[in-house]
């Protein structure tokens, strides 16, 4: 039972990347799940949060610029990242929210060029 993050990748300063979360079993469809990320020297943090009837939760710095989304049909989460700045460069999870310690996986790296 697991939850692999991918999509990560290099992007410059204002550019676009769409992160995916594929949960392995149909218990993840009525939890909430959430992205994560975590910067170099600092603390994982909780930024998008998508209920199990489909409500939102973003932290103030994504707000306006990041959209989670949820596919039941394919058990997948998404992330659309827009307008990246350097300082959300991360390596991104997926977890249930909140967080269980099991199911960290490896997450998917974000870097923003400036």
């Known amino acids: 039972v697991q939850l692999q993050a991918s999509g990560g990748g290099v992007v410059q300063a204002g550019g676009s990347l769409r992160l995916s979360c594929v949960a392995s079993?149909?218990?993840?469809?009525?939890?909430?799940l959430g992205w994560y990320r975590q910067a170099p020297g600092k603390q994982r943090e909780l930024v998008a949060r998508?209920?199990?009837?489909?409500?939102?939760f973003y932290t103030e710095s994504v707000k306006g610029r990041f959209t989670i989304t949820r596919d039941r049909a394919s058990n997948t989460v998404y992330l659309q990242m827009n307008s990246l700045k350097p300082e959300d460069t991360a390596v991104y999870y997926c977890?249930?929210?909140?967080?269980?310690?099991?199911?960290w996986g490896q997450g998917t790296q974000v870097t923003v060029s400036s």
């Open positions: 079993h149909r218990y993840f469809k009525n939890v909430a």
């Open positions: 977890n249930l929210v909140p967080q269980n310690e099991d199911y």
């Open positions: 998508i209920g199990r009837l489909g409500s939102t």
